[in-house]
């Protein structure tokens, strides 16, 4: 359950959103974070302020470089985030990642589910996207078909984002994770 302060109580967790590129996660999950006055970290622009923009990554050091500085970023957010509930946004193929994925396994995990027409304008938009590079859609549904069961086995919650707003998609997010810790709490009595 998102909280109003970003120290948390004992037992809060922090709410890591996962799914494809280019799917909103940055964007809700920044939305959720001001309506709850909770802590927000993105993990792709982390590294981009260490590092570099990811296209440079690529381009200079490669992909596997890329994600060995993914999982270092990850790791260090979770730890910095426990006990909180800080929302973590990570980049689409961070989960691919074992040591990733048992890291976010203390975490509340959402899967935002979307399908190819609901990213297609942003692709377009958005051509720096070095996985990307070429048949941007191709690859984006390549990549997808892959990644999606990661997504789906990870995820302790699901929230389509299909339709609507950033802003109501951050507020359906919010009761999602409201309904998520009553049903815990159910289940713990």
């Known amino acids: 359950m998102l909280h109003r ?6 037992g809060d967790r922090p709410i890591v959103l ?9 964007a809700i999950g920044q939305q959720a974070r001001a309506a709850a006055g909770a802590r927000f970290i ?21 992909e596997r470089a890329f ?7 990850v790791a260090d957010a979770v730890a910095e985030a426990e006990g909180t509930s800080t929302v973590i946004s990570l980049g689409g193929g961070a989960v691919l990642d074992s040591g990733t994925q048992q890291l976010i396994s203390r975490c509340t995990v959402v899967y935002l589910e979307c399908d190819a027409d609901t990213v297609a304008d942003r692709i377009a938009r958005n051509s720096g996207r070095p996985l990307l590079a070429g048949d941007a859609m191709g690859r984006w549904t390549a990549m997808f078909a892959t990644r999606r069961p990661v997504y789906e086995r990870l ?22 994770l409201r309904n998520h810790a009553a049903a815990k709490q159910e289940v713990e009595k």
Do not use: C, Q, W
């Open 155 to 176: 995820a302790d919650i699901t929230l389509d984002v299909r339709h609507g707003s950033v802003t109501e998609l951050g507020g359906r997010l919010e009761a999602a």
């Open 18 to 26: 996962i799914g494809p590129m280019a799917v909103g996660k940055s």
């Open 67 to 73: 994600r060995e500085i993914e999982a270092r970023t």
């Open 42 to 62: 993105d993990t792709d622009a982390v590294i981009v302020a260490g590092h570099g923009s990811i296209a440079e990554i690529f381009a200079g050091r490669g």
């Open 5 to 10: 302060s970003s120290t948390g109580t004992p």
